[in-house]
């Protein structure tokens, strides 16, 4: 019953974002809304003022995007953060991205600039929100020596070791449309995710259950449902917990 993780400031609801948000109220709780850099912030803010109480902001950079952004223009952005700290519910999406990022010394600024987004978080006592690809030995070596609260990794990607780690650290696991498209790996990780630690994401205006589709908030209700599916048990029970999680990590001010 919440989208914990969507980009509505995104393009690809240009026309129709107004309409797309009445109709994710009609079907969901709340949506956090995440800002993948610091030219969307605004926007993102924006939307949560427009539409309190139902989206809430979380605001980061992509790995991608830090290496278009100066050591200063990083600084003024963590500034507009804590700033904004009575708005913002999480930092992130920020990590690490080896399939975009392949220079050695692009890597290692993206890894300077996640270690402090990460303590941003510590700070600001919000979770971070971590976006990791092909890239999850080194993210969770990274938050294991910085991060000292509550850790999503958005869209999880990892393999059932990195799963195993990840829970041992009490970090949530965040799954959306990827499980429609890599059945037999997701299967396996469902299977081994206890429902303590499931939030529910779509990453919309991506990953839909078809690529050349765009993804929207409510679609979270298949992901549940197939979540619910390969684990042989109860949808509502699926739903309501990770609408639970989702309350309890992010702090919304919303009745499950």
């Known amino acids: 019953m919440i989208d914990t ?5 995104f393009k690809q609801f240009d026309g129709d974002r107004e309409e797309v948000i009445e109709k994710s109220k009609e ?3 709340a949506i956090v ?9 605004k926007e993102v803010l924006m939307l949560h003022r427009n539409h309190k109480n139902f989206i809430f902001p979380s605001l980061g950079i992509h790995p991608k995007r830090v290496l278009k952004a100066s050591d200063g223009e990083l600084e003024d952005y963590m ?3 804590r700033r904004r700290m009575n708005e913002v519910v999480a930092v992130g999406e920020v990590g690490l991205d080896h399939a975009q990022v392949k220079d050695p010394r692009d890597r290692k600024r993206c890894k300077k600039v996640f ?5 941003l978080s510590n700070d600001l006592g919000v979770p971070v929100v971590v976006h990791a690809r092909r890239a999850m030995d080194e993210t969770l070596r990274i938050l294991k020596r910085h991060n000292e609260g509550d850790a999503i990794i958005h869209c999880f990607a990892g393999n059932i070791k990195h799963l195993k780690e990840a829970l ?3 970090y949530y696991i965040s799954l959306g449309g990827m499980v429609f498209r890599q059945k037999k790996k997701y299967e396996q990780l469902i299977d081994a995710l206890p429902l303590e630690n499931l939030l529910l994401e779509t990453d919309a205006p991506f990953l839909a259950k078809k690529k050349s589709h765009r993804s929207e908030p409510w679609f979270i209700w298949n992901v549940a449902e197939r979540i619910a599916e390969v684990k042989g048990g109860d949808f509502r029970k699926v ?3 990770a609408g639970e999680n989702a309350v309890k990590v992010f702090g919304l001010p919303i009745d499950i």
Do not use: P, T
């Open 5 to 9: 993780h969507c980009h509505l400031e």
């Open 239 to 241: 739903w309501r917990k």
């Open 168 to 170: 041992e650290q009490g």
């Open 115 to 119: 270690a402090d987004f990460i303590k």
């Open 33 to 41: 809304d995440s800002a993948a850099g610091m030219d969307k912030a």
């Open 79 to 81: 500034s507009l953060i």
């Open 27 to 29: 079907r969901l709780k």
